[in-house]
């Protein structure tokens, strides 16, 4: 697979969001989530046969999870923003993964 610029993108936004979610620590329910991030990242882009075949399957695996982080960020999440706090890391996250998103949607295959 060569990578073009939407790839890097998603690279540095899926990175972005799981170090901040595993920054989180000791909190196991973020640091899970960063985890995640993680693993969907390598399953998108490491050149594993059975990923490979399933790619757009892993596609949709990592958008819904991308998308379930956020909307659950809004239904349990704090809100408050206080810079230089954990509430603040949830903004930031969440911008994060709007790019995730943003990138992820230029690169969706159109089969």
Known sequence: MKLSLKHYGMIIAALATAFLHISLYPDIMFT??????????????LPIPLFQQSHK??????FGYTALTIVLWFIMGDKTFVAGTDSATGYYAKAAEVFLMGFMWADKSKS
């Open 32 to 45: 899970l989530n960063g985890l995640g991030y993680l693993g969907l990242l390598g399953a998108y882009f």
């Open 57 to 62: 399957l892993v596609w949709w695996g990592m």
